[in-house]
Every structure is written in C-alpha cells, then in structure tokens.
C-alpha cells in the first residue's frame, strides 16, 4: 500500500475534498544541497491534486488524513499508461516495415500503433475507473487542530 498525507479542504455531506501536494522524491537525501535534480524540482511548478472521496465521518478543514492506494492499481495505471501505447507503437510499426519494405511505411505504422495505443489505454482507463483497486483509501485520520484562545 502506497501512503500519501492530505489536507481537508472541504467536507460536506459524507464528501470529503482533499489536497495532495507532490512531494520530491529527493527531500531527504544526503546530497541534496549539490544535487542537480532538486534544483530542477525547484524551477519547476509545485503539483497540487485535489481530489473528492467519500468518508462518513465529519472532518475539519485543515485537518491531516493519510490516504492510501493498493500497489496494483498503481502498476495497472502504468502499464495502461506506458506499455499499451508503445506495444501499439512497435507492433504496427513492425507490420507496416514486413508489409511494406519501406522506412517510411514504418513510421506511419508507428505513429497509426501509437495513437491506438493511446485510445485503447483510455477505453481501458475508463473501464477500470470503477475499480476499487485504483482508488485511494482513507487509513488514517489526524486529530484536529486545538486553536488556543485566551484563558
């Protein structure tokens, strides 16, 4: 199981609204005041997902939870994501090249195999969207903040 903390945005009728903030893989190294990738992961915009899942229980605004997503939905979101597309790619590619005997022939059969690919990894997403495996679960719940008020 992967874990992730969130912060509450919103609750409201049974709906939580969540926000993850991307973290660098790199924050905790040991080299990471020479490293070239966290300078890179500084440039770059920070990645912010906000996302809805239903928890009974009323939360806070501000408050922590930790979610988590089972491994095989990760693994079956990359290979829906990398392997399909490029399976498509190589395969026509390759039957365009046997059946044509042309370079150029087997870049349009790579280009043809590619954008399949890509629409059979959407049909396929949407399919397993309804999936319980790829959907974030909540494992923990933070205690709220205590605001301090005068004595």
Avoid at 14 to 20: P, S, V
Wanted: glycine content about 10%; overall charge neutral.
């Amino acid at each position: 199981m992967l874990r992730e903390w969130a912060t509450v945005i919103d609750w409201q009728q049974g709906i939580a609204t969540l926000r993850c903030e991307q973290q660098a893989g790199c924050s905790s190294c040991q080299s990471k005041a020479s490293c070239g990738t966290r300078v890179l992961n500084k440039l770059g915009p920070q990645v912010i997902h906000d996302l809805q899942i239903a928890v009974e229980q009323p939360l806070l605004p501000g408050q922590r939870v930790e979610l988590g997503i089972p491994e095989a939905g990760v693994l079956l979101s990359a290979l829906l994501v990398y392997m399909v597309p490029l399976f498509g790619l190589l395969l026509c590619s390759g039957l365009f090249y046997y059946w044509l005997e042309s370079d150029i022939a087997a870049i349009i059969g790579a280009v043809i195999g590619g954008v399949g690919g890509f629409a059979i990894a959407r049909f396929y997403a949407a399919r397993f969207a309804t999936n319980a495996s790829v959907h974030p679960i909540i494992l923990q719940i933070g205690i709220p903040a205590v605001s301090q008020t005068g004595n």
